[in-house]
């Protein structure tokens, strides 16, 4: 009988229930503050949140930073959370797009190391391709595997890879 005066009962969430989705929302938060500023940027933040998590990452005081972060929990509530938490999955690299352009951008990489002709590949799927960098670092990509040497040349042309492909998402983009 008393369900039926309080309908209402059943739809409202518990207490319990809403301090774990604050929780949920303040351990949202503390994953931001681990992500460092290019990844942050990535993210499309409201500029609040942003500012309370670079002030979160200045604070060494264990009091003080469990504090900001409530206070970014607290930020949290007014915000959509799911654009973030997409954002972060993409950092994370779940996001199954970005596996597969990571992928995709590898196997160029090795297709280049192997063969220089992938070249012209890239010069058609990116045209602002600096052809020329690139195959310098071939080159020198190619030294340091036969000299034993750290792979930085190596890592460089997957950068420059990720490099093109951005620019080239976002011109495709607009």
């Not at 970014?72 to 007014?78: A, P």
């Not at 045209?127 to 030294?143: I, M, S, T």
Request: with cysteine; charged share 35%.
């Amino acid at each position: 009988m008393q369900d039926e005066d309080f309908p209402e009962h059943d739809i409202r969430p518990s207490k319990t229930k809403k301090k774990e989705a604050m929780h949920a929302l303040q351990d949202l938060g503390a994953e931001l503050v681990e992500l460092s500023v290019g990844q942050l940027k990535r993210i499309d933040l409201p500029e609040d949140i942003l500012a309370a998590v670079r002030e979160c990452q200045k604070i060494t005081a264990h009091g003080a930073r469990r504090r900001q972060l409530q206070y970014i929990g607290k930020l949290m509530r007014g915000a959509d959370e799911e654009p973030i938490r997409a954002g972060l999955a993409l950092i994370r690299g779940e996001s199954a797009a970005e596996t597969a352009r990571l992928h995709r951008l590898e196997r160029f990489r090795i297709r280049l190391l192997a063969d220089e002709t992938v070249l012209a590949e890239i010069a058609a799927t990116w045209p602002g391709a600096d052809l020329q960098h690139l195959r310098q670092l071939r080159r020198n990509a190619l030294k340091e595997q036969e000299a034993g040497k750290p792979p930085k040349n190596f890592r460089a042309i997957f950068q420059a890879l990720q490099e093109l492909d951005k620019e080239g998402g976002s011109h495709g983009a607009e």
